[in-house]
């Protein structure tokens, strides 16, 4: 997709750091604004562990009120290794920091952290973190928690339809989305009903072509903090039957809770499908009763599923039939040899737990696909050897310098 024209602004770079529940990732654009800006990712940039050596597990950790040294140091953990990587990248470029224009995006790690210790307490941290964005000579752009329904939601949409489908410079039809992230889930789809904010429908306009299109974030059913609750309610015996069997639980990494406290096995596992999923239908029930369902009848055309969807699928070569995944779980989890490495595999570990949870919210007795004719016709993975595709951050930056 070629827009580059005689038409087009000068390029300038900008950088946009997507603040996640279950990572910090740096990603650095080149653009050219104009009628419908090109946007060139040059650098993405996560740690998978801190400046400490501590395991990175999202800013929303560092938001401690009752600790105020410890929010103090999410720049030094976090965010300084982040900008002297970029800054050591754009230095053979000739390209000065305070020409880059710096954006830290949080996501539902920060809003569930707002929930919780209040805006006050989330202002404060972004404060630290912007002047820390300063401290670096960079120019500072937006540092706040994004909406998760017309805002990332909506760039999430963008973004694949344009690389997936090429929607807003041809006349392909866009698809629908299920993206599973660690604290939210997010839907997205073109609707035949008209934009209305109340009800999650956004108008979205870009390069010619007009859609309505409905955006929603589910705060709490992302796969980290359903699998958190599914290991609150069952607890550390119990919860023992979402993990594959003959699971030594005394190699469990557990999971933290709150930046606090930690969940971990007390059992070997002993997986059993109905039991599992039964706790995951009733944790997804109670939080679409708070907030309403989904009604994907209205969308316009099929779907496809992004991050826990994607990562479900892979690990049985399942991506494109997703349908087929509670055939998989149940043919491979009632025996852990058939998860080589699980003994210190952090993402080996809960594969049985994520699994089952995708499937029961998406093809489960109450699962999403069983109120609509359109289909998930396969799972997408977010990166490939050039690093990562599917990020909203390159919708929100299509967005701001389109037009």
Known sequence: MNRHSAETSAAIHTAVIDAGSSGTRLFLYRVEPGPFAYVEKLLEKEFSTMA????????????RPDDPAAEATVVPEVIDPLLAHAKAFLAPLGIEPRAVEVNLLATAGMRYAEGLHG????????GTIRAGIAAHGFAVGETRTTCGNEEEGVWTWINLNDIVRHTFDTANNPLGIIEIGGSSMQISFPTDEPPDAARHIHP????????????????????????????????????AVCFPTGFSGALDHGDVVDGVGEYRLAAQGTFDFDACSHTYEAIVRSRLAETGPPDLSHSLGDFVGIDAVFHATRHWGIEENPEQLRAAIEAHCHDVRNFPGIETGEYIQPQAANATYVQTLLFGRDGLFRSTTHRLLRALP??????????????????KYSG
């Open 52 to 63: 400490s050596g501590a395991r990175e597990d999202g800013i929303n950790n560092f938001v």
């Open 119 to 126: 805006k006050e307490a989330v202002d404060r941290l972004y």
């Open 204 to 239: 979205v306009s870009l390069n010619g072509r007009t859609f309505a299109v409905y955006c929603r974030s589910f705060i709490g059913l992302g796969q980290d903090d359903t699998r958190k609750e599914m290991r609150r309610r069952l607890g550390p015996q119990g919860s």
């Open 382 to 399: 977010s990166r490939d050897d050039t690093g990562t595709l599917l990020t909203w951050t390159r919708g929100y930056v299509l967005c």
